[in-house]
């Protein structure tokens, strides 16, 4: 029987995880209960099972009956501080928590891919590490797992290494979408303060007002962007919180924003970093104010290698026909701490459509929407791909 069948046999098993997932979600690098589920899920498998000392992830070692590499396959676990609206049977049941990312799924999909690999173990020439990552909105749990090793959890460093994303709009439902090179954006934070001299809005020479500055500065980001840096390797700088003053009478003290930086290249970003904080403290200066700017640097750049993404890519194609194999031409503006694992070792991350059917993929709520809907549609396929991705990879040797 084919991986796709074997999937299909144990979809039901698959959903069932996720709703348990789905129903009872947790924020950030702890997660007792979705950990709980995880174990419960994996029970019995022939697998060398760890958990996180920093973080309450799980890695879970499959060693084949055969030499030959270890490949790494990666569910996150988290989910986000959002109330959810879907109004879903199984929609989660605590307020301001909600698997709004798809997160559920990946998990799902990976203990599927735990079961159907296991079940070939006999066959398998080499090691499979399935990491079970907490903390990906955010907490940077890649990073964690790997400093607590889990690229060598098999004995040999992983040789290549494999994620799955679902979408809840954009992509049609089963549909399989990757590219060589950079595929998802690096995500860092901008700080400003602009310090003045509070006063009476009526003598503003007596005072020394930020709220210009500030402006000046967030639109000069802007300006910035078109012209310091090439179109061709882009950036997206976003002002998303602004805050000064109490009334209209009051020049403040201060005023201070924040931003989000996005980029595609080292270079770009390192540009980024020095240029930002110089152009804003040097309009500061321009108004005899002082101002603090921090550019503080978030996930890298998710980088896929070109013969994985290629190889991903085919495998997609000869599992799900090219009708559910896309070729992405641009990179998405989101960001992804799996960047820390393709900084370290070959590898893809692919998206997989999973917006439910009768819905426009172009007009569905996007991941982190409190109507975010994901299609259970996937989850075998999700998980045959993994398992497929790890078969192929260590038959290349
Ligand atoms: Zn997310
Ligand atoms: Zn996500």
Known sequence: MSVRDEAAKIADEIAELRHAIHREPEIGLDLPKTQQKVLGALAGLPLEISTGTALSSVTAVLRGAKPGPAVLLRGDMDALPVTEATGLPFASRHDGVMHACGHDLHVAMLAGAARLLSA???ELAGSVVFMFQPGEEGFAGARSMI????????GP??????ALHVSSNRLPLGVFSTRPGPMLAAADQIFVTVHGKGGHASTPHRAADPIPAACEIV???????????DVFDPVVITVGSFHAGTTDNVIPDSASFMATARSYSPETRNMLAELVPQLARRIGEAHKLEVDAQYRTEYPVTVNDAAEAAFAGATATELFGESRAELAEFPITGAEDFSYVLEQVPGAFLMLGACPPGTEPETAPTNHSAYAMFDDAVLPDGAAM???LAIRRLARG
Not at 147 to 154: F, M, Q, R, S, Y
Request: a neutral charge.
């Open 386 to 388: 993994l398992t497929e």
């Open 120 to 122: 070939r173990q006999s």
């Open 157 to 162: 460093r992983v040789a290549g290494a494999y």
């Open 147 to 154: 400093e607590e090793g889990v690229l060598d959890a098999a």
């Open 219 to 229: 639109l000069a980001l802007q300006t910035m962007v078109t012209r310091k840096f």
